[in-house]
């Protein structure tokens, strides 16, 4: 991976429309020959730094049924808490993208990133975000791609000092806390809309 760092222009916003998969993961649509693999389907190798995890859940509709067409991507510093980006001008690590995109199953609304947990990030030089992942939704009727973040509960105490995390509502902070299992990964569930709706942010 090179250390190059290339600024794109931004593309313009369009609806997912229905076919957001043959447009955003060709090959998980069963659409051959484009690309060798989907854009956004290897966060690591293995050269990576870092705790490696697996972040997974079931992305689920105002009624509790899962919602079968939407697509996820994530974007997270590496280990160290530094991004691939041209804003950071720390060096990061060159085998961690920092970058994902999946499409959720297609019978259950499940899906999963094989990542590594990702370190503090500064919000300024006095202030750490706590180590957390953005995520990003988009499905049919989905005009306008839905922003989140993902933390972890093992952090309690840096989830404590999260400026952003604090902002949010106590009773509802839960929404964007993923839970450790016995295997090491984390689960989280999204809930578009509902009692237990994920809290979204407006970027």
Do not use: C
Request: charged share 25%; hydrophobic share 35%.
């Amino acid at each position: 991976m090179s250390d190059e760092r290339k600024v794109l222009p931004e593309t313009p916003s369009q609806t997912a429309g229905p076919y957001v998969h043959i447009g955003l993961t060709p090959n998980f649509a069963g659409i051959g020959g484009v690309y060798p693999f989907d854009a956004g389907s290897k966060l690591v190798n293995k050269g990576t730094h870092g705790e490696r995890t697996r972040i997974y859940g079931t992305v689920y509709d105002g009624e509790g049924e899962p919602v079968k067409d939407a697509v996820l991507e994530i974007w997270q510093a590496d280990a160290k808490g530094v991004y691939w980006s041209p804003q950071d001008k720390r060096k990061g690590d060159p085998n961690f993208s920092g970058w994902g995109r999946v499409a959720v199953d297609l019978d259950t609304g499940a899906w999963s990133f094989d990542t590594i947990k990702p370190g503090p990030v500064p919000l300024t030089e006095d202030i750490l975000q706590a180590p957390h992942v953005t995520l990003w939704i988009v499905a049919r009727g989905i005009n306008v791609g839905l922003q989140t973040r993902i933390y972890f509960d093992t952090e309690s105490r840096a989830n404590d000092k999260d400026p952003l995390l604090q902002r949010v509502p106590a009773e509802r902070r839960d929404t964007l806390i993923a839970e450790v299992q016995g295997d090491g990964s984390y689960h989280i569930d999204i809930h578009l809309q509902g009692e237990r709706e994920t809290v979204f942010f407006d970027i």
